[in-house]
């Protein structure tokens, strides 16, 4: 028999929130994390907005030297998984450590730090490198950094697929579990990329949306008037366990994790083969893993970038794989409000996931005004909807051609 694996805990630092619960609020009460950079002087950016994380202080989850020496992914990344430990009643230990592994990617990786050492050498020269510019630019030290904070010794690295990091992290974390490698895992995804590199580089390949005047309302999936994504920052960390040693804890359980879908499209460095097939392949896999059928699904948190490709193309996956149930699902994107978190993206509405499920509640798809006629499903525009939810899929692309998709289910016995 399969082992079985379930959710039980939640890690979350957002731009409409630094916890769990005042995301979820914000989400449901269409709080934007919109606004003009503050991080760095963008005023000769074609984009000068972002969806920047708010009021973080790192002294909170670690001491001044530790947090000195670690880039604000690794920082973000160590906060989240800290909320999402001592929610799961686990941040004082109770687990065996060799059966305890992590599973926590970037996107990027340290950008600020690559950025702050480079300006160093140019000015300075290669002796004023840190000895610190290592470990706190590559990728896995969030995963490093985690596991030595609560002693997790199981299996111990990071994804890396763009936009699709951190999903990748749950799903592998997730068959990690079943397969018997661990019991107990820390997954997820962490990203602070809200520097001029960033907003450079995405700006003039013209993915970003370029309403100067209106940041808070520019993440627009869905709607006919979107002009690109919003870039967002942050981590999601959730805490997966093998069902019976959360049984045997007394554990809340969120939900139980079914499927998971990994799929690549071979097609483009930044582009997407007409209705997503490749998105289409991911969603079917994640279903077919967890014995479900299309009217099994009750609700989707979309990829929905807000940008013009992505949403139609997306819609027409999920119309192809759902059939005429496609038109009974909720759809909602939160990047509307969170912006894109690249490589947090994922393990972020994978939680908005959880919570659907939890408060029988769909989160909006805000700044909705102009209905497009090639996004034709409902995705729950401005306003969230009161709906009992027992499945729940998390859909996530990343540039190379990433797909992935999770399919989370309402825990019953």
């Known amino acids: 028999m399969r082992r079985r694996v379930v959710v039980t805990g939640l890690g ?3 731009p409409v929130g630094n916890d769990v619960a005042t995301t979820w609020q914000s989400l449901l009460g269409g709080v934007s994390g919109g606004g003009l950079i ?21 002294l909170l989850y670690m001491e001044r030297k530790e947090a000195k020496r670690a880039d604000l992914f690794t920082q973000y990344a160590l906060a989240a998984s800290v909320e ?38 140019i ?12 470990p706190m630019f590559i990728a896995d030290i969030a995963a ?44 997820g995804g962490s990203e ?25 309302t520019a993440s627009r999936p869905f709607d006919a008037t979107r002009d690109g994504f919003v870039l967002g920052e942050g981590a999601g960390i959730v805490v997966l366990e093998e069902l019976e040693h959360a049984r045997r804890r007394g554990a809340h359980i969120y939900g139980e994790v079914i499927g998971y879908g990994a799929t690549g499209d071979a097609y483009h460095l930044t582009g997407q083969p007409d209705a997503h097939e ?16 299309p009217t099994d699904v009750d609700y989707i948190n979309a990829h929905g970038t807000s940008t013009p490709l992505n949403d ?4 027409k996956a999920i119309k192809t794989v759902f059939g005429d149930h496609a038109y009974q699902l909720s759809v909602s994107s939160t990047k509307s409000a969170t912006g894109h978190m690249l490589g947090a993206a994922g393990s972020v509405e994978f939680i908005a996931c959880a919570l659907a499920i939890r408060d029988s509640m769909i989160p909006p798809t805000i700044n909705y005004t102009t209905p497009d006629p090639e996004c034709d499903l409902d995705v729950t525009p401005n306003t969230p909807r009161a709906r009992e939810v027992n499945v729940a899929v998390s859909n996530s692309s990343g540039f190379g051609g990433h797909n992935v998709s999770l399919a989370l289910r309402r825990w019953h016995e």
């Open 84 to 121: 999402a430990m001592r929610d799961a009643g686990l941040e004082k230990g109770g687990f065996v450590a060799e059966d305890c592994g992590v599973i926590v990617g970037s996107g990027i990786g340290g950008l600020a730090t690559m950025e702050e050492q480079h300006s160093a050498l």
């Open 12 to 14: 979350a630092i957002t």
């Open 192 to 216: 602070a990329a809200v520097l001029p590199m960033a907003i450079g580089g995405f700006g003039n390949m013209t993915a970003l949306s370029e309403r100067n005047d209106s940041p808070s």
């Open 144 to 187: 490093g950094v985690v596991s030595m904070r609560f002693g997790a010794k199981g299996p111990n690295f990071a994804t890396m697929s763009a936009c699709s990091t951190s999903a990748h992290a749950i799903g592998e974390s997730f068959r990690t579990i079943v397969y018997g490698d661990a019991d107990l895992m820390i997954a």
């Open 123 to 134: 000015a300075a020269g290669n002796r004023r490198i840190s000895p610190f510019f290592v």
């Open 312 to 315: 139609p193309n997306e819609t």
């Open 278 to 293: 490749g998105l289409q392949r991911s969603m079917r896999k994640a279903m077919k893993d967890g014995g479900l059928a």
């Open 38 to 58: 503050t991080k760095f002087d963008a005023s000769t950016f074609k984009v000068k907005f972002a969806c920047e994380v708010k009021g973080f202080d790192p």
